[in-house]
């Protein structure tokens, strides 16, 4: 039995080594390179294009800027809020992502000079007969969370009568408005423009209000060369035409007029095939590895809570409650945000998920290996020690056999739990399989299918696991 | 020689009382039946005797070796007591033969081929040499008694433990069961078994024990408490059991 702790124990810190080690490479790199944060959804700004690859006004000064500059950067799109929180925890270096300049945020972010000029629109069906906040009495309002456009909507909201719905995604906000759920959206003048453009059947009905600027941000006195570099370069860019060039490629008229795009569900099938498919792979790996260290997490703290001796038990049944008892979700962000934040130590958000995974599914496996032990007649046991078999031996030759055999429906259903449970963490911005469908849903706009798509695949997936696991439980019986 | 000395053994389980100061010798090749009303604490007192119920307060020493002192080996001191359950607790992970193999094997008693032709000669001698390659759960009951039987002696023990033996069987697979018990008291091994069957009590014990409420209440030869017993309560249960 002690041989077995120290085994597993090993085996986990080695694991975990090995995953913080990849972690500090980029910082460990001679040349600085620089991690910077951006939305996932906020075209023109920043999404992904039909290669899976980031475009827009943001990506495309920042890249524009760090070559003029010369310095080495990463664009990370992990969300607006997810990047406000890793620029605050120094996961990263910086963001840009369409942020509004405002005092508020000035007291926590040091900017660099505006490089975009906006201001707030309302927009609203096409077909709609609203003119403008007045008509918004008694209606419903969808915003944005964390956006200065929600900021100015909610503001309003009493004077003019309307509530307002939250949303973390664009497109889920704009959608709301044309399924008819809220009357109205208010959004970033050049974002709402290019959503129409690209087939969005709303339409802007209000004049720019509240001129905002635009900024690119670090946390507060952590950064000033890169403040710098960025200034520098956005001056050079502005004067020799670049920067224009940017602005034109994504909103003039002319530039957006695509080929006509087959928005059937096998056309955007094929579109997105390889975006899909390498969502779908993130996916499988996220799942394999955090299932490798579950387990390992599970067994462990399951076997210490079937010791004969209280302590053991006492840290098993904690573990299991702590993990347990967190929403994945909550349990995701405090591990991705929160512990570099107390540790100063940054880790990648692959990592962060495979650990978050390994606690909460370890949790659970911990919890039925105990039972499935637990579920061992005690005259088993009881027989072995009974002919001198010390409880080591006794536990390895005929009491975990059987136990594992009650536990195997249970191993396979927490693989099944394990491979959805991953699309939670599409929050701290792990390009998975949910992931990689809230991005293309973002530039395409088409919610509907592409969720049709990721659902039917995840469906498909699941299937041909629970084939395999049957045909496994099947060999295991016999 | 006494293999087995018990004085003064008390076990509670919480306020509850089950063991009240027991004292019990057995003697070398005894054969001791203990008998009584079900909650009399006769199952509790044999699990005591190799501890897998730990006294509240008590010696107990077997073979010389003091039970309840910490020093002492519990597991040594368990492969020469072998113990019989009500319910067989056969490995239900391995084979009849693996049954029998495990224990000498695991505890370097004898070599993978010694410990074969062991269990082939045991299971010989229990009527089931068929068996040898069968899964337990295919067998039944009164075979699995057997089995567990011939996994105990694979040991070599010094001493057979019997915990109701024959309880969970069928009434036509007793006998058998029983019959492979007579051989073995016959043969000179030294035996405590906690019965119902009072005709096993009487043919083949050398001393019978009534217990009650904890009690020692009435021991002697099997013609002592059979044919006259003292105790008004051995003569009540007696009469209840034989004359049922």
């Given at each position: 039995m002690k041989k077995l702790i120290v085994f597993l124990s090993s085996f986990l810190l080695v694991g975990l080594f090995v995953f913080g080690h990849q972690a500090q490479q980029p910082v460990q790199a001679a040349e600085k390179t620089y991690e910077i944060g951006t939305d996932v959804t906020y075209p023109p700004f920043e999404f992904a294009n039909e290669k899976n690859q980031y475009v827009g006004i943001d990506i495309d000064i920042m890249k524009a800027i760090a070559k003029s500059e010369g310095f080495k950067m990463n664009i990370k799109p992990l969300g607006f809020n997810a990047a406000v929180q890793a620029v605050q925890s120094e996961q990263i270096d910086g963001m840009i992502a369409g942020m509004t300049i405002t005092p508020e945020r000035q007291a926590k972010f040091d900017f660099a000079d505006p490089y975009y000029k906006t201001g707030v629109v309302m927009a609203v069906q096409k077909d709609s007969k609203i003119k403008g906040l007045e008509g918004l009495r008694g209606k419903r309002v969808a915003i944005k969370t964390g956006t200065s456009a929600g900021a100015y909507a909610t503001a309003r909201a009493k004077e003019y009568g309307f509530t307002t719905v939250t949303f973390d995604d664009s497109d889920n906000m704009y959608n709301d408005v044309v399924n008819g759920n809220s009357a109205a959206c208010f959004e970033d003048e050049p974002v709402m423009q290019y959503g129409i453009k690209t087939g969005l059947k709303l339409k802007i009905v209000t004049k720019p209000a509240e001129g905002g600027e635009y900024g690119f941000a670090v946390k507060k006195g952590s950064n000033p060369e890169l403040i710098a570099k960025f200034n520098k370069g956005l001056a050079k860019l502005k004067t020799n035409g670049q920067y224009d060039k940017i602005k034109a490629k994504y909103l003039s008229t002319e530039s957006t007029k695509?080929?006509?795009?087959?928005?059937s569900f096998f056309g955007l099938l094929k579109e997105n095939k390889d975006a899909l498919l390498s969502g779908l792979g993130q996916t499988l790996l996220l799942t394999v590895i955090a299932i490798f260290f579950a387990t390992i997490f599970g067994v462990f703290f399951g076997l210490l809570g079937v010791l004969p001796n209280r302590f053991a038990r006492g840290i098993s049944n904690t573990v299991i409650y702590i993990f347990r008892g967190l929403p994945l979700l909550v349990l995701a962000l405090f591990i991705y945000t929160g512990i570099p934040s107390l540790t100063g130590q940054k880790i990648p958000a692959i990592v962060a998920g495979v650990i978050t995974l390994m606690f909460n599914e370890g949790a659970y496996t911990a919890a039925f290996v105990k039972g499935g032990i637990g579920a061992v007649s005690s005259g088993q046991m009881e027989a072995a020690r009974s002919l001198g078999l010390p409880y080591s031996k006794a536990m390895r030759r005929v009491v975990l056999p059987q136990g594992i055999r009650i536990m195997v429906p249970s191993f396979i259903n927490q693989f099944i739990i394990t491979l959805k449970d991953t699309?939670?963490?599409?929050?701290?911005?792990?390009?998975?399989l949910t992931q990689t469908g809230k991005i293309i849903i973002a530039r395409n706009l088409e919610g509907f299918k592409i969720w049709a798509m990721i659902a039917l695949i995840y469906l498909i997936v699941i299937t041909v696991l629970t084939w395999l696991s049957k045909y496994i439980e099947r060999r295991m019986a016999n | 020689m006494n293999r087995i000395e018990v004085s003064h053994l008390i076990k509670n389980y919480g306020s509850n009382e089950?063991?009240?100061d027991l004292d019990l010798t057995v003697g070398n090749n005894e054969v001791v039946v203990m008998i009584g009303?079900?909650?009399?604490g006769k199952s509790t007192f044999l699990r005591c005797l190799n501890r897998l119920e730990e006294p509240t307060s008590g010696e107990i020493i077997v073979d010389g070796y003091?039970?309840?002192?910490?020093?002492?080996d519990l597991n040594q001191i368990r492969e020469k007591i072998g113990m019989v359950f009500q319910h067989f607790n056969l490995f239900k992970n391995l084979t009849v033969a693996e049954n029998i193999m495990l224990a000498p094997v695991e505890l370097g008693k004898m070599t993978a081929e010694k410990a074969q032709t062991t269990a082939k000669k045991l299971l010989e001698t229990v009527g089931l040499a068929d068996k040898y390659d069968a899964n337990p759960q295919s067998l039944s009951g009164g075979q699995k008694q057997r089995v567990a039987i011939a996994r105990a002696l694979a040991m070599q023990p010094d001493i057979l433990l019997f915990d109701e033996p024959t309880s969970a069987l069928d009434p036509e697979m007793v006998g058998d069961v029983l019959a492979v018990m007579k051989r073995l008291a016959k043969d000179g091994m030294t035996m405590v078994v906690v019965t119902h069957e009072m005709g096993f009590a009487k043919e083949v014990a050398d001393r019978v024990i009534f217990m009650a409420d904890g009690h020692i209440v009435e021991q002697g030869t099997p013609q002592e408490i059979f044919?006259?017993?003292?105790n008004e309560r051995t003569k009540d249960f007696l009469n209840k059991v034989l004359n049922a």
């Open positions: 695509k080929a006509t795009v087959d928005h699309s939670i963490l599409s929050i701290i911005g792990i390009l998975e | 089950v063991l009240k009303p079900s909650g009399s003091n039970l309840s002192d910490s020093k002492s044919e006259t017993p003292q």
